[in-house]
């Protein structure tokens, strides 16, 4: 472990841009995926008093005196918000009272999704923007500050995606390798070895269980919580049965939403929505279930090797990462129909389809494009091309206006 080296975030280009238009600016994301760090270390927050609810004495003076608190420099970052609430009812009140309003005002972060918890979405309505981070994409790892290069592919033609993939500066990797790696920065950076990351992931679902979680909701039974965990790992990419989960995790099935619902609300969970639009074919409405971290996920789950799926949520991951600093964000999507026709993702830019599929095989067939092709056909109009992102090596047409492409190539 060498000295500290802040990697630039992709969330960091927005952040910036949202300063310059909000009073109040909201950092979100799970515990321990940098947003701590991201605040301290960007130069456009250097000039910022930084002040953590983790620290027991601010964190009795949000409680005591939320007013005072925010009088303590013109411009402050509060780090780790959700800890104390109805803090955010002192933010409305300071940013009211300022005439004429004053923009970069406040930066918030929080390990809750705070649009999910009444309080707080309520009272800064129109006073705040929201920013997600997301674990480390690849490129952030390597120091790029980039996700894949999904804008790259809707800005160039179909014809010209193999030599823009080919183009990458990137060596293959086992996508093995990087899901055992994951995307929280310690054990993804700092971390070499196995049983060191499964030591820290071990404290980190501990602290989550123990103190995040309860602050967030009371849980009377934190065995059934991680019996669940673990079944909704072992369930990556399929689509949410929440009476299958609680007949198989012995869990009533309100008890089943609520704990789903929590793991959302702390960026644990991602419930991917299917792809709405419909002209022929009758189609899966259900959302399917992913882990925003595969790592962990893995861990959680208590399998030896990682999956497809697992692949499958590595690929989710770097594209939520660059979904949410789009502007406008652009849709990331499933399709499948009742007749088990399937596409892993869609993604919806505006009046723009991209499919995506995902194989960990080394030498994709023609039959992994089925589901694409069937895409293809269905949405013609809006087609503008499909990606088969796999385990190998050799970036080939597979048919009409779909592309295998090594999945390291893209993300």
Avoid at 92 to 117: E, I, Q, Y
Avoid at 144 to 170: E, H, K, R
Avoid at 203 to 224: P, V
Avoid at 257 to 263: K, M, P, T, V
Wanted: proline share 6%.
């Amino acid at each position: 472990m060498g000295s500290f080296c802040y990697l630039p975030r992709v969330a960091s280009r927005l952040l910036e841009r949202a300063l310059r238009a909000s009073p109040v600016v909201v950092l979100m994301g799970a515990r321990q995926t940098g947003k701590s760090t991201l605040v301290q270390s960007e130069p456009f927050l250097r000039d910022r008093t930084y002040l953590s609810l983790d620290d027991l004495e601010t964190h009795e003076r949000a409680r005591m005196a939320p007013d005072d608190l925010l009088r303590t420099a013109p411009r402050l970052i509060l780090d780790e918000v959700q800890r104390e609430p109805d803090l955010m009812l002192a933010v409305k009140r300071a940013v009211d009272a300022d005439r004429p309003r004053r923009n970069g005002r406040f930066v918030l972060t929080g390990s809750s999704n705070l649009l999910l918890m009444r309080r707080v979405s309520e009272s800064l309505a129109g006073r705040a923007t929201y920013v997600k981070l997301w674990p480390l994409t690849r490129r952030e790892r390597l120091g790029l500050g980039a996700p894949g290069i999904w804008s790259v592919l809707f800005a160039n033609p179909v014809p010209v995606w193999p030599d823009v993939v080919d183009s990458q500066q990137s060596i293959p990797i086992e996508w093995q390798d990087e899901v055992r790696r994951g995307g929280y920065p310690v054990p993804s950076v700092e971390l070499s070895s196995g049983d060191a990351r499964a030591l820290w992931f071990d404290g980190y679902l501990r602290t989550y269980l123990e103190r995040d979680l309860q602050s967030m909701a009371a849980i009377g039974n934190l065995i059934d919580f991680r019996r669940l965990m673990r079944a909704a790992c072992l369930r990556l990419g399929t689509v949410v049965n929440q009476t299958g989960l609680g007949r198989d995790t012995r869990i009533p099935r309100a008890t089943v939403q609520r704990y789903l619902n929590l793991l959302e609300t702390s960026f644990q969970l991602v419930r991917l929505s299917p792809y709405a639009v419909n002209r022929t074919k009758r189609l899966v409405k259900s959302p399917k279930l992913y882990w925003s971290d595969p790592a962990l996920a893995l861990w959680l789950s208590g399998s030896g090797s990682p999956s497809g799926m697992h692949l499958e949520s590595l690929v989710l991951s770097d594209l939520l990462a660059w979904r949410d600093c789009q502007f406008p964000a652009p849709e990331v999507l499933f399709w499948r129909t009742s007749t088990d026709l399937e596409v892993d993702f869609v993604i919806e830019s505006g009046d723009r389809l991209l499919p995506i599929e995902v194989k960990a095989a080394t030498s994709p067939s023609y039959a992994d494009t089925r589901g694409l092709r069937a895409f293809r056909q269905e949405y013609a109009d809006q087609f503008i091309g499909g990606l088969l992102l796999h385990g190998g090596v050799q970036t080939r047409w597979m048919s009409e206006q779909i592309l295998a492409v090594p999945w390291w190539r893209v993300l």
